[in-house]
């Protein structure tokens, strides 16, 4: 029998909350798949007596330890360091890169004050964002579209809302209008600019799958027999085919590309939407258009943990499989 392997203590040193480190632990660990991993968070170390309370759990089993460390205090930052190398164990300095070559660019020497990350320049254009793409959700459209960065369209369960939440948390307000056939799109959608506009699709078996398992949660299996026709051809093959067709001709009246999210992990799929937006706003939009959150690269790839994201083809969930929670 294989020898378990030794569990390693990833000790987070930080004078905040020590968030950014933790973030780049999980990373980290992502690419260890064997190899356990406990990570210890070591936050707001203001003073020479808390840095020494961490050395002493160091010591204690110095061979299992790796330090990250995000303490920007001079003074603390090198009894941190000393420490780890009295103890022969690894420390990564992970800020001091970031701001060396930010100094090198600029000439200017960083602060070295905890400065509260998380309420960034952006952060409340980011949770308004995130109200407008609830408020705005399934097309129920309370702001209009004119304020809309993003708007997204398609069959019903092909990801728009989970899609649309997410764009939202990364600073794009969006709405998401769902393609029905027979209903006709709210007037709305023809009179919004044609750069916001993203059209999303899926293989019509997967969207089978899907559906079949929202009919089940809701309750509904065994009303309509087999392929949920009493519930309209919802969850019904040959209706889903005849219902992609219309909803693709839909998409083509509305002239905007389709995004296929049969494989794409959630955060993929926003990389992709904020990608085509951003092309068709600078080739389609006249001077003056809103711009994107920071403008048109800040969040053109937007980036998650590699622990967090999930690859196409892998058993995980993609963007789609988001919208089957009842």
Same mark, same amino acid.
């Given at each position: 029998?294989?020898?378990?392997?030794? =569990?390693?203590?990833? %000790? =987070?040193?930080?004078?905040?909350?020590?968030?950014?480190?933790?973030?780049?632990?999980?990373?980290?660990?992502?690419?260890?798949?064997?190899?356990?991993?406990?990570? +210890?968070?070591?936050?707001? @170390?203001?003073?020479?007596?808390?840095?020494?309370?961490?050395?002493?759990?160091?010591?204690?089993?110095?061979?299992?330890?790796?330090?990250?460390?995000?303490?920007?205090?001079?003074?603390?930052?090198?009894?941190?360091?000393?420490?780890?190398?009295?103890?022969? =164990?690894?420390?990564?300095?992970?800020?001091?890169?970031?701001?060396?070559?930010?100094?090198?660019?600029?000439?200017?020497?960083?602060?070295? =004050?905890?400065?509260?990350?998380? @309420?960034?320049?952006?952060?409340?254009? &980011?949770?308004?964002?995130?109200?407008?793409?609830?408020?705005?959700?399934?097309? %129920?459209?309370?702001?209009?579209?004119?304020?809309?960065?993003?708007?997204? +369209?398609?069959?019903?369960?092909?990801?728009?809302?989970?899609?649309?939440?997410?764009?939202?948390?990364?600073?794009?307000?969006?709405?998401?209008?769902?393609? +029905?056939?027979?209903?006709?799109?709210? &007037?709305?959608?023809?009179?919004?600019? &044609?750069?916001?506009?993203?059209?999303?699709?899926?293989?019509?078996?997967?969207?089978?799958?899907?559906?079949?398992?929202? +009919?089940?949660?809701?309750?509904?299996?065994?009303?309509?027999?087999?392929?949920?026709?009493?519930?309209?051809?919802?969850?019904?093959?040959?209706?889903? %085919?005849?219902?992609?067709?219309?909803?693709?001709?839909?998409?083509?009246?509305?002239?905007?590309?389709? @995004?296929?999210?049969?494989?794409?992990?959630?955060?993929?799929?926003?990389?992709?939407?904020?990608? @085509?937006?951003?092309?068709?706003?600078?080739?389609?939009?006249?001077?003056?258009?809103?711009?994107?959150?920071?403008?048109? %690269?800040? &969040?053109?790839?937007?980036?998650?943990?590699?622990?967090?994201?999930?690859?196409?083809?892998?058993?995980?969930?993609?963007?789609?499989?988001?919208?089957?929670?009842?």
């Amino acid at each position: 029998m294989a020898a378990t392997a030794r =569990v390693i203590d990833i %000790h =987070v040193v930080a004078d905040s909350t020590g968030d950014t480190g933790t973030r780049v632990a999980r990373a980290t660990q992502a690419q260890f798949p064997g190899q356990p991993v406990r990570v +210890v968070r070591h936050p707001r @170390l203001h003073s020479p007596q808390g840095v020494d309370d961490v050395v002493a759990q160091l010591r204690a089993d110095p061979a299992a330890a790796v330090v990250f460390c995000t303490v920007v205090d001079d003074a603390l930052r090198s009894r941190v360091l000393d420490a780890c190398a009295a103890l022969d =164990v690894p420390c990564a300095d992970l800020l001091a890169p970031a701001l060396d070559a930010f100094t090198a660019r600029t000439g200017a020497q960083p602060a070295r =004050v905890v400065q509260p990350v998380g @309420l960034a320049a952006d952060y409340f254009d &980011r949770i308004h964002a995130m109200e407008f793409a609830v408020a705005n959700d399934d097309g %129920h459209l309370t702001d209009g579209l004119d304020e809309a960065q993003v708007v997204l +369209v398609g069959a019903s369960r092909t990801g728009k809302t989970p899609l649309s939440m997410y764009l939202g948390y990364l600073g794009y307000p969006t709405a998401n209008i769902p393609l +029905v056939p027979g209903v006709a799109p709210p &007037r709305e959608l023809f009179e919004a600019e &044609r750069w916001k506009v993203v059209g999303l699709t899926i293989d019509p078996e997967r969207l089978l799958e899907i559906r079949q398992r929202r +009919v089940h949660a809701m309750g509904a299996a065994g009303h309509g027999g087999a392929g949920g026709t009493a519930l309209g051809g919802y969850a019904d093959l040959a209706r889903i %085919h005849d219902e992609l067709d219309e909803v693709a001709r839909l998409q083509r009246r509305l002239g905007c590309p389709v @995004l296929d999210t049969t494989t794409l992990a959630l955060e993929e799929a926003a990389g992709r939407v904020v990608e @085509l937006v951003t092309a068709r706003r600078r080739a389609l939009a006249p001077d003056g258009a809103p711009q994107p959150p920071g403008g048109d %690269h800040a &969040r053109a790839t937007p980036q998650t943990p590699p622990a967090d994201r999930r690859r196409a083809g892998d058993s995980a969930a993609t963007a789609a499989d988001h919208e089957e929670q009842p």
